[in-house]
């Protein structure tokens, strides 16, 4: 609306913040983005599958932690184990890493599971995929990645 908003000058934009399915996801399972993250659609709607693989190529060797939104679709059923295949290039097998289905709605769901796991996970359009880095782990349920200092 913003784009769009400089060939309508006269009308006038209100802005709501709203909390996003990374951050609410993620307050359900914990803090899995509790420090440096990637945000990364895997839709190729609007951005080339080979863009999309770039970032979460770099995104892995960096070491960051990962939220992906649009893992998969009925056009795009795989995409979630080629990023998985991709991310295991460069993170362990065993990375923590976890689902949060239908976020905020009936039948929400959540399920934290290792990397290779989540390879062969059937997601879909409402699910929000959180990927771990080196230093993410489990603690009484939660997962978490923790910020690099202790209180």
């Known amino acids: 609306a913003i784009e769009m908003s400089k060939e309508y000058p006269s009308v006038r934009l209100d802005i709501v913040p709203g909390v996003t399915a990374a951050l609410s996801g993620g307050a359900l399972l914990g803090a899995p983005l509790g420090h440096d993250f990637a945000l990364i659609s895997l839709s190729d709607l609007l951005t080339p599958l080979d863009l999309i693989k770039k970032r979460i190529r770099l995104a892995s060797e960096g070491d960051f932690a990962i939220c992906i939104y649009n893992p998969s679709s009925i056009k795009r059923a795989e995409y979630l184990k080629t990023a998985c295949e991709i991310m295991l290039e460069f993170k362990d097998k065993n990375t923590v890493c976890a689902v949060v289905k239908n976020i905020g709605r009936d039948g929400e769901e959540k399920k934290i599971m290792t990397l290779e796991e989540l390879k062969e996970y059937k997601a ?25 200092y202790v209180i």
């Open 124 to 148: 879909d359009m409402f699910t929000t995929v959180f990927v771990g880095n080196s230093k993410t782990y489990m603690v009484n349920g939660f997962m978490v990645t923790p910020r690099g």
